[in-house]
């Protein structure tokens, strides 16, 4: 049994690593519509899908329960969500915004732009500008 779980997670990681996948933690889970509390995500737009090493967190504090399970797939350490469940397309839908607006995701920061500011404070900055006008 365990040459075969070695197996399945091995093919799991080169699935993962295949699948130009981006890790999202807690700082930017929110600009993506999720609770923090949902834990580290892996986001692949080529695949269509999220995965989440912790299921039952993206399921309890981002109402992901309610995803039929005809679009998961528990495989390895991870569960995979696929993108035709709506809740599924719209975090990788905001994901996409919010690289069209030009942000990127940094580790331990979260979604910043080419100033290095995060979509909040860019957005803060955005209304006070506006305020002094």
């Known amino acids: ?7 399945i997670e091995n093919a799991v990681q080169e699935y993962i690593k295949e699948s130009n996948v981006v890790e999202i933690g807690v ?10 509390r949902c834990g580290q995500i892996l986001i692949s ?3 269509g899908f999220v995965a989440a090493a912790s299921p039952r967190s993206i399921e309890y504090y981002g109402g992901w329960e309610y995803i ?6 528990d495989a390895g350490d991870y569960r995979f969500y696929d993108r035709d469940a709506n809740r599924v ?3 990788i839908q905001y994901y996409l915004e919010l690289l069209e607006d030009g942000y990127r995701y940094e580790d331990g ?6 100033n290095g500011l ?9 209304s006070a500008t506006q305020q002094e006008q």
């Not at 049994?1 to 197996?7: G, P, Q, S, V």
């Not at 039929?68 to 797939?73: G, P």
């Not at 995060?118 to 955005?126: D, N, Q």
């Open 27 to 36: 700082h930017g889970l929110e600009e993506l519509g999720l609770d923090f």
């Open 89 to 91: 397309d719209a975090v």
């Open 45 to 47: 737009v080529d695949e």
């Open 1 to 7: 049994m365990n040459k075969l779980y070695e197996t």
């Open 109 to 114: 920061k979260g979604f910043v732009n080419s």
């Open 118 to 126: 995060t979509v909040r404070e860019a957005l803060a900055a955005k």
């Open 68 to 73: 039929d399970s005809e679009y998961k797939l």
